[in-house]
């Protein structure tokens, strides 16, 4: 739910894509294509331990050379990226409010985003196959950080009118999806350095993401009420600056800059390479497909339908509660899942995951006591927290590591295009019909979705072992058993 929760955070509040964040997604409620690839023992040359590809010479090499570290600095590099992206979500609205004091200013600011994120995610992955994984990182967190500096900086000297604030918005919404499709791209690399299992690694990296956007909101509102809005916004700043210092003693197999016969021609052909392998991987196709139906549906009733909701309540407040359920829900089982993982087929998993979520919502959108809706959220939290680690496991065990930047890219891409239009949609037939009617619909759309994509007979497939399992897997560890 990582991504989800990533997406809607720069939808729900209109201007997180200023500073970025995918996610999309995932926390709570994220064959082959004729690329210009060449097998991994191919035409290799040898390098340095850092700038050395993914294959099974490499991997021969983590004998005696098993290190936590770089896995340890990749996460923490997440999280506090994501908490800073999590204060920007409070800092960035509230200081618009008060410079403007115009509530649509926001979201103006979010329609001059879209655009630019969108973009940016769709070439993110080329650039990352083609500069390194590591490089796109750091450059993307060094770039972030002086755009959402140039916030305050610009407020503080000349001040900032709402065309200003559109400005330096869209162009701070160009850099991070790269810096975020590096870092989910070098993850296979780290876990495999530190001699753990993908299923358990990508547990792990889901659950960073949520526990990143349950504390970043909080630690912004004591922020603005300490140094202000501005102040906010500087501190966010520097956890770019850390994440920036964290990668960049981040050094393993894979990370670096490839060889160039595996490098894209091209960005925008190196995009296109990464929409056909995702379009011919039929299982793959399938969970991006479902990524995005779950996102429209889902995005919404965070967004649109439970403020209106609480907002009718008298109880505004109990919106934060509710996503914080939801946020801890999906951290609680993206971490189960990494332990338990061997234990159960990924079909299994996954169809377990879409019933009892959808169960979740439906409860949800019956609209029960609050101590009950909370409950619930968490349990949609809980349900849906598996599905992020299966996607990536999908993904890292069929497509080639050269690749990897360039498919991720597509897939992060396919989450931020699904929210806007369902925002829109939603809105209106709640404006028409009442939230009530509407979430109540919604939730039973999300039932039948779920159901209907649970009993697709492609999902059999997600227990094929890939034919890069057991490269990505560290020695003397075994891929899972089916």
């Keep these: 739910m990582k991504r989800l929760i990533v997406a809607d955070a720069a939808e729900r509040e209109s201007i997180t894509s200023s500073i970025g964040s995918p996610r999309p997604t995932d926390n709570g409620f994220r064959a082959t294509c004729g690329a210009r690839y060449h097998p991994p023992d191919a035409r290799r040359k040898e390098s340095s331990l850092s700038d050395t590809p993914h294959s099974v010479e490499v991997q021969a090499r983590y004998r005696g050379h098993r290190s936590v570290v770089p896995f340890a600095c990749l996460e923490a590099s997440v999280i506090i990226s994501g908490a800073g992206n999590g204060v920007a979500v409070v800092a960035l609205p509230w200081l618009v409010l008060e410079r403007t004091g115009n509530p649509a200013a926001a979201g103006i600011m979010g329609a001059a985003t879209a655009f630019p994120l969108l973009l940016s995610s769709l070439f993110s992955g080329s650039v990352a196959d083609t500069l390194g ?63 753990m299992r993908l299923e358990r690694a990508n547990g792990i990296h889901e659950a960073a993401w949520g526990v990143a956007y349950m504390v970043g909101p909080g630690v912004g509102g004591l922020l603005i009420a300490t140094i202000g809005a501005g102040g906010a916004l500087w501190a966010t700043s520097l956890t770019f600056l850390v994440s920036v210092l964290l990668i960049a003693f981040l050094r393993t197999p894979g990370v670096g800059r490839p060889a160039t016969h595996e490098r894209p021609t091209g960005i925008l052909r190196g995009s296109l390479e990464g929409l056909s392998f995702v379009w011919r991987d039929r299982v793959l196709r399938t969970l991006t497909v479902l990524t995005m139906v779950i996102v429209a549906i889902y995005l919404p009733i965070e967004g649109v339908i439970l403020p209106v909701v609480f907002e009718e309540q008298g109880a505004a407040g109990r919106l934060g509660g509710t996503l914080m359920a939801l946020s801890g829900g999906g951290v609680a089982g993206s971490l189960l899942y990494g332990a338990v993982a061997q234990r159960f087929s990924r079909r299994s998993v996954l169809i377990g995951s879409l019933v009892g979520a959808a169960a979740a919502i439906l409860a949800i959108s019956l609209l029960p006591p609050y101590p009950l809706l909370v409950a619930a959220a968490a349990l949609a939290g809980f349900f849906w927290g598996p599905f992020g680690p299966l996607l990536n496991l999908r993904m890292q065990t069929f497509t080639p590591p050269a690749m990897r930047g360039r498919v991720l890219g597509i897939l992060i891409a396919t989450e931020y295009a699904a929210g806007p239009a369902a925002y829109l949609l939603v809105g209106w037939l709640v404006a028409r019909f009442g939230p009530e009617t509407v979430f109540l619909g919604t939730g039973i759309l999300m039932v039948a979705a779920c159901l209907g994509f649970a009993a697709l007979p492609t999902l059999k497939h997600l227990d094929d072992e890939g034919p890069y399992s057991a490269e990505l897997q560290p020695p003397d560890i075994k891929p899972p058993a089916v």
């Design 133 to 195: 994984r590591r490089a796109t990182s750091i450059v993307a967190d060094v770039l972030s950080a002086i755009s959402v500096a140039a916030i305050p900086f610009v407020d503080a000297t000349i001040g900032l009118n709402l065309p200003l604030f559109v400005l330096l918005a869209a162009i701070g919404a160009v850099f991070d999806p790269a810096g975020a499709t590096a870092r989910e791209a070098m993850l296979p690399d780290v876990a495999a350095r530190a001699g």
